[in-house]
């Protein structure tokens, strides 16, 4: 029968989660790693990454997770494809329950379920992520020097990453639902002072559109009327959503948004539990981040089992 109970699981398998593993691994921790898909998270989505060191003619977002893959498999980090539904925290040894009725127990816990973008679900925007559909301004701003693009939504992410994308794009149009915005007073008076930066007030984008890569989208302003706007690149930043829905977020410490609460060491709250990579309250989530996360919170682990013992 498989070992149910292990020093230290890791929950999730995106760069923060095959960091921690490799280096609890390379630790010689009884380690396992759970998810429930394949391993790479958001990043299996990325097109090219060409910000990630070590990599200086870049690479594409599965290339880089195949290579941290297999370095955790170089150290014989045991994983396991499962889908856990619950994480109770209400005793020593943390469990976690699977979708199969099986449960796991561990003496630490390292959560990194990521998170996910909120998004328009509109004709085109599935098809053509990172075809010129992107959620990220900082990972593919580059890729769109001297081009026309345009950014989705009004909070303080959409206006501070249409500032930072002037320092590529010719143009950078704002698409707003409302006729103002709620970012803060000094990102909008910096936004409003580019020249580079137009707006769009009351309308909604309702279709991205393009052969083999974004060429012009639709929108519909709140008469109904409908009109083209041509663009090689649409950046979607309407917010993030934390996938927490099967954390115990009382108990770990949560911000308003539902991404979990750590100190500088990783570490929640709860004794024995840490959290690392776009899981965490925070305001950079890059995959330079989520690895250096993953390291320290494996690093935090090995101490507290220590301690533990």
Known sequence: MANTHHQLIILGGG???????LYAARDRLQVMLVEKGVVGGQVLVTDWIDNYPGFPEGLSGFDLIEKMA?????FELETKNANVVKVELTEAKKKLILESGEELTCQTLIICTGARPNKLSIPGEEELTGKGVSFCATCDGPFFRDQEILVVGGGDTAIQEADFLT?????VTVIHRRDELRATKVLQEKAFANERVEF????????????????????????GEEREIAASGVFILIGTIPNSEILPLEQLGADEFGFVITDD???TRV??????GDIRSKRVRQVINAAGEGAVAAIAAEHYLYDWD
Do not use: H, Y
């Open 167 to 171: 320092k590529f794009a010719s143009k």
């Open 271 to 276: 004794d024995g539990v840490m959290a690392a």
């Open 200 to 223: 769009i007030w009351n309308s909604n984008v309702v279709a991205i559109e393009g052969e083999k890569e974004v060429e012009r989208v639709r929108i519909r302003n709140n008469n």
């Open 15 to 21: 760069p923060a989660g095959l960091t921690a593993g």
């Open 70 to 74: 297999a370095q955790a498999k170089r």
């Open 265 to 267: 060491e990783m570490c």
